[in-house]
């Protein structure tokens, strides 16, 4: 099924061709993706990872690494975004606990305790993951694919919670779309000026130093500045991948997991959708390297937890309900060769 395929469908329904805008490209990307003109958004899972990073201590983000904790049991208790917006939009949710420091939460239904590590270590001064800690953490993420694709699911999208990771994802970002620090470093959840200085130049003094070894050793260098729940996605998407899911991409920090995969696995991508363009100014420099177009690009959301995923689950079934069910011209008895 190629887009040329998709599109030809799409002009042969009752509706002057193009007429439902983006929501046709929408509806072309998710037939591509699936192969098929009989596409389907359900049944769907938003899966959470969620970690903490040593890099907090440098001052890089305007919150506490306890955030992150208090943020999990928030999302697991249903008060969160990301548990309002899976709600409404009929999708399953999970929150995976790859590396949160303190206590985790007893498994349930929603939660899940899979601490490779309490958090990852300061990348500023040391390599934040070991190469055994990032493979420790790729393999939580495919196994919830696994899981979700034993399930019957068809759809799935990971979001993350992780004080300090657009630190971790600006780095990674750079470094495998090969651009400047200062493309793809921005506020974060709210960074002050001062902090974003000092995340500048963390950004690029780590990023000079594993530059020159990436091509030699990519995976040392991948695991020296990256967190435990970006590893699990990238382990989450490449699986989902593999088994023939249809990824939903979320914002920046599950993009720059994106890029991580499609560095040690060339051609996940071609399994995503991308959702949005996160107010996150990386973003745009890691979807671009991606090749992909975000449905909503105007919508400056900038919280993670798959909330832009969750978000554009809506859209996915109008796009799956118009390739499937609107009549054709042909069947509604308009000629569209005269006049
Ligand atoms: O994914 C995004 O587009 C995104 C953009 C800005 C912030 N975030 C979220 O904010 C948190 C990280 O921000 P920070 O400033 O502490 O690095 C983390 O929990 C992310 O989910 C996420
Ligand atoms: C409150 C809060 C909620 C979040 N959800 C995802 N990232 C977050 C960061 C903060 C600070």
């Known amino acids: 099924m190629t887009p040329e395929h998709a599109r030809a469908h799409l002009n042969s329904l009752a509706k002057p061709p193009g007429s439902l805008g983006r929501l046709e490209d929408l509806a072309v990307r998710l037939c591509v993706v699936q192969q098929t003109l009989c596409p389907r958004a359900t049944p769907r899972r938003c899966v959470l990872f969620a970690a903490d990073h040593g890099v907090v201590t440098e001052g890089v983000s305007a919150w506490s690494s306890e955030v992150t904790r208090l943020m999990v049991s928030a999302i697991v208790s249903g008060g969160a975004a990301s548990s309002v917006l899976a709600a409404t939009t009929g999708t399953e949710l999970r929150l995976i606990d790859v590396g949160v420091v303190g206590p985790g939460l007893p498994d349930g239904p929603v939660h899940r305790n899979r601490k490779v590590r309490a958090g990852s270590r300061n990348l500023a001064l040391e390599p934040s993951l070991t190469v055994q800690e990032f493979h420790e953490a790729v393999a939580v993420g495919e196994l919830e694919a696994v899981e ?62 594993g530059r020159p070894r990436l091509a030699d050793d990519p995976e040392t260098v991948i695991a020296s500045m990256c967190g435990l729940e970006i590893a699990a996605i990238a382990g989450f998407h490449h699986r989902a991948s593999a088994l023939g899911l249809t990824v939903v991409l979320d914002g920046f920090v599950a993009t720059a997991a994106a890029l991580v995969a499609d560095h040690l696995w060339p051609g996940v991508a071609r399994s995503m959708i991308a959702a949005h363009q996160s107010a996150e100014p990386g973003h745009a420099v890691a979807l671009a390297h991606l090749g992909l177009e975000p449905a909503l690009d105007t919508w400056q959301m900038r919280l993670g937890e798959g909330t832009g995923a969750l978000l554009v689950m809506p859209l996915l079934d109008a796009a799956a309900a118009i390739v499937a069910r609107m009549a054709t011209f042909d069947q509604v008895g308009i000629d569209t060769d005269g006049s």
């Open 148 to 209: 979700a694709w034993r399930s019957g699911i068809v759809v799935v999208a990971a979001g993350e919670m992780g004080i300090g990771n657009t630190t971790a994802a600006s780095c990674l970002t750079a470094l495998l779309t090969k651009s400047p620090a200062e493309a793809t470093v921005g506020p974060g959840a709210g960074a002050s000026e001062e902090a974003l200085a000092r995340k500048r130049q963390i950004v690029a003094d780590v990023v000079a130093r």
